[in-house]
């Protein structure tokens, strides 16, 4: 168990420009989430996959925002045309069924400048 | 729509000593799972306990237990013999069973252990 793993750990971007975030979840596991941290603040939910399927998706995950899950595998958050209000922490989580916990990545900060 | 409530945004304790951190929660639903997750300066969210509520037993793991009051809802943490690698920021989670399957966080609680 390797946990689960998120690149770039910090990200500053300028405003507009588009970035994207790699999440890697455990490998067995065949849940994963997206969630939104600002400071001070807890954990707000973005979206699901369910192995490849995007399951749900939060009203906070404006058309900006996308994610994939290619093969059920890694997944990718993209923001396009950045504003300041994205800054905040991006938390990659991954379970491997119903009845357990999430495990949760370090995150990504980003920073719009 | 499920909220969770933490009242206390900052607490205190000595170290050794036992403190316990509030939680509540409004929901509709009867088949739910409850969470404490600690996230420490080094910012990793770790799941410290999880409740389902068709147990009436509440929690417990080392110097962790919780107080699920399903009627209440109300679901608190009690931290026993706090060490100073309890610091951390505490959220609160709930998660129904079934088709919704995101969380929904209080907004934390900051623990601070005092030596």
């Known amino acids: 168990d390797t946990g689960v793993s998120q690149n770039p750990r910090h990200k500053i971007t300028k405003r507009g420009q588009n970035v994207t975030f790699r999440c890697d979840p455990i490998?067995?596991?065949?849940?994963l989430y997206w969630y939104r941290q600002t400071l001070g603040q807890g954990p707000e939910f973005l979206t699901y996959?369910?192995?490849?399927?995007?399951?749900?998706k939060s009203r906070l995950l404006s058309d900006r925002f996308s994610a994939e899950r290619p093969k059920g595998s890694f997944s990718t958050l993209e923001i396009q045309r950045t504003e300041q209000g994205d800054s905040a922490m991006y938390l990659c989580?991954?379970?491997?069924?119903?009845?357990?916990?999430?495990?949760f990545g370090n995150g990504t900060r980003l920073t719009v400048t | 729509a499920q909220t969770v409530t933490q009242s206390q945004p900052e607490m205190s304790v000595q170290e050794a000593e036992t403190v316990t951190l509030s939680c509540t929660y409004d929901?509709?639903?009867?088949?739910?799972?409850l969470f404490w997750y600690k996230q420490p300066p080094s910012r990793q969210m770790i799941l410290v306990i999880r409740q389902e509520a068709y147990k009436q037993q509440n929690a417990t793991e080392n110097r962790f237990s919780v107080n699920f009051q399903k009627a209440a809802k109300s679901f608190s943490l009690k931290i026993s013999d706090s060490q100073l690698g309890d610091a951390a920021m505490y959220f609160c989670?709930?998660?129904?069973?079934?088709?919704?399957?995101?969380?929904?966080f209080g907004s934390g609680t900051q623990l601070t252990v005092l030596p």
């Open positions: 989670a709930y998660r129904r069973q079934g088709s919704a399957r995101q969380l929904t």
């Open positions: 490998s067995e596991h065949n849940r």
């Open positions: 929901t509709s639903e009867s088949d739910y799972y």
């Open positions: 989580a991954s379970r491997l069924n119903e009845g357990t916990g999430l495990h």
């Open positions: 996959f369910q192995n490849e399927a995007q399951l749900e």
